[in-house]
């Protein structure tokens, strides 16, 4: 069993940044790919940024391409997704998943493990 647990999300201008946490405990992380979905009010889940086991491998849906970018520390247990140029739409709660696979997968079903979600609004 893994628990999730997101953090870092909050109130912030366009244009602005913000870096989402995702704090794994439970089990080690290392044989899990993760990734980072987005669900805004009366819209379905939406896939956001997806890695790989080992850190090498990531996928971004294109809408953030260039703006978001996911890592992880293994040794931390955590997985980071920093975004930058941050818009008005990507205002949702954004939620972190973790599948017992090496590469990360854009459907939501395909994950095992989910954290609460966390806030982020993007507005002047």
């Known amino acids: 069993q893994v628990q999730l647990v997101e953090s870092g999300g909050g109130l912030v201008q366009p244009g602005g940044s913000l870096r989402l946490s995702c704090a794994a405990s439970g089990r080690t992380f290392n044989p899990y790919a993760v990734g980072w979905f987005r669900q805004a009010p009366g819209k379905e889940r939406e896939f956001v940024a997806a890695?790989?086991?080992?850190?090498?491998?990531?996928n971004y849906t294109n809408s953030v391409k260039g703006r978001f970018t996911i890592s992880r520390d293994n040794a931390k247990n955590t997985v980071y997704l920093q975004m930058n140029s941050l818009k008005p739409e990507d205002t949702a709660v954004y939620s972190c998943a973790a599948a017992y696979v090496q590469f990360g997968r854009i459907i939501p079903s395909s994950y095992e493990f989910w954290g609460p979600g966390t806030q982020v609004t993007v507005s002047s």
């Open positions: 890695i790989s086991w080992s850190g090498g491998t990531s």
